[in-house]
């Protein structure tokens, strides 16, 4: 009996029982954990669960905010403009790229590759651009800080659309300029072509009429609203607004143990924000710092909010004067995607380094170091049920989109 | 009592080995008080956000008051903003500054913003003719 008691205290001076202790002490948290889940059977939620619900469901969204960097954010004319620009590919260098090439109507708005396709290949993974019109910043690193500066971005870039300014407003005169001359008045693109000052003014139209567009482009609801709107009413499930037991133990991991909520929070499952979540580097690319470098770019951009071609007043571009702009946390940190409609758009992350859903829950279960600066990461050692589940829920958010009739598809021709 | 103690650094290394989950639970005993002294006690600070409950996601201006310890309104200050999610590991996703005196006391502090719920920390460092010092506020979301 002394000999135990002498082995017992040897024992408890050790790292190594240290180490089984916490191991023990974990193991037996996580069954606290998952007793208490059990607890909760599927379907039943508490008051905070219920809020969290509500909050992230589409009837929370709030109305579409207003762009004061766009003055023809909210014109009919300006939007009949960008989408007939969306779609034409004489916007390009070589007379075939369109916006609606990578940004695919169909396709929720994006192709379905690891990386844009245009004249070359794109650095990044092509985004999506329904409900852009709710985020402060563009693009995987955040470099345009409006949906019309990020229009643009492509347009010149050489390896999507590879245009010029100067092609792009002779396409305008030729093509549209009653058009665009409705809008941002008569005469103005006669005048805009025969200096670079009017050519830039040009350009920077284009992506405001195109941004106009855009900004209509939401989503309509997913079998999860329904699900969280029958749920609050009372809990009575229609056909339409079920989920499945794996579905809700799925939303139950989500917005528990899963902490997805951290980042993917609101009706549109997006902080918009910035994160370095240890997403491998994509072979064969360059170095990408994400939004540390894409933050020196926008308040370099000659189309952000407070510069010469935004009709925003100083007051109205808090989001550039507020932003951080230097800092560990931005290396490598790329934008939150919203999760509406993720199951459709395999492969995921930025350089689409993820094949697949399932692939993406195992790396945020796994949590493996970032290739530079710091993962925010911790492993949540999920199952392989509770990785299941959480897919299953994941699905759920998949819904069609929302935009006036007829809008997601390009217009009769004309010409 | 000795034991209890000798727990404690297990049950932190449990804590860590759980990651997110166990750590998602602030401390019970939190002041969320929106009126604070400051550590060195020189100051007595109240924030006042745009309304009554603190919104998710969007650009807030608070406006912050700052009066001595004997309760004069403190004008003339160098205040600096910081804060974070001191269980997450980062700061706040924004970099606010006090942008204008509105007199009284009152300072304007724009571009507060918080893009997830839980446990923050917003620290005010004020540098006035009383002295240095820091005040810090918990803001639960």
Known sequence: ?415 | MRSIRSLFPIVAAAVLLNGCMLFAKPPQDLDYSRTRASEGGFYRATIRPDGDSIPQGKLQRWTLHLETAAGVAVDSATIAVDGGMPQHGHGLPTKPRVTRDLGKGDHLVEGMKFNMGGWWVVKFSVAAAAGRDSVVFNVKL
């Open chain 1, 1 to 415: 009996m002394r000999a135990i008691a002498r082995t017992l205290r040897r024992l408890r001076r050790s790292p190594f029982f240290a180490v089984v202790i916490s191991v023990a002490a974990s193991t037996a948290a996580t069954t606290l954990v998952a007793a208490a889940a059990e607890a909760h059977p599927a379907g039943r939620w508490t008051k905070e669960e219920r809020a969290m619900l509500r909050s992230l469901s589409l009837a929370s969204l709030g109305p579409l905010p207003a762009d004061p960097s766009n003055r023809y954010a909210d014109d009919s004319a300006a939007a009949r403009l960008g989408r007939a620009l969306f779609f034409d590919a004489r916007l390009s260098g070589n007379g075939k790229v369109a916006c609606a090439t990578c940004h695919v109507p169909a396709s929720d708005f994006q192709d379905g590759l690891p990386l844009g396709r245009g004249v070359g290949t794109a650095a990044r993974r092509t985004m999506p651009i329904a409900g852009t019109a709710y985020s402060a910043w563009q693009f995987w690193d955040g470099r345009a800080d409006s949906q019309w500066s990020q229009a643009l971005g492509p347009l010149e870039s050489p390896v999507e659309h590879g245009a010029t300014r100067a092609q792009l407003a002779a396409v305008l005169g030729a093509a549209y300029r009653a058009e665009y001359e409705s809008v941002f008045g008569k005469g103005t693109l006669t005048r805009a072509t025969t200096g670079k000052d009017g050519v830039d003014r040009v350009y920077a139209n284009i992506g405001k009429a195109i941004a106009a567009y855009e900004r209509r482009i939401g989503f309509a609801p997913a079998r999860f609203d329904r699900y969280v709107a029958e749920e609050l009413a009372g809990g009575v499930h229609s056909p339409q607004g079920t989920l499945s037991r794996d579905e809700e133990a799925g939303l139950r991991i989500f917005i528990g143990k899963g902490s997805c909520t951290n980042c993917h929070n609101g009706a549109l499952l997006t902080d918009q924000h910035f994160h370095n979540t240890g997403i491998a580097a994509a072979p064969g690319l360059a170095v990408d710092s994400g939004r540390a470098t894409g933050v020196r770019r926008a308040l370099a951009s000659e189309f952000r909010c407070d510069g010469p071609f935004s009709d925003a007043r100083p007051d109205d571009c808090a989001e550039l004067s507020f932003t951080v702009t230097e800092g560990p946390e931005l290396v490598r940190a790329y934008k939150t995607p919203s999760l509406r409609n993720v199951a459709d758009r395999a492969p995921y992350m930025h350089a689409g380094q993820l094949a697949t859903l399932g692939d993406v829950v195992a790396h945020y279960s796994a949590a493996p170091a970032a290739p530079f600066g710091q993962s925010e990461l911790k492993p949540l050692r999920l199952s392989a049920d509770e990785r299941r589940q959480l897919e299953a829920f994941l699905r759920t958010l998949s819904g069609p989109l929302a935009a006036p009739p007829g809008w997601l598809e390009a217009p009769a021709a004309r010409r």
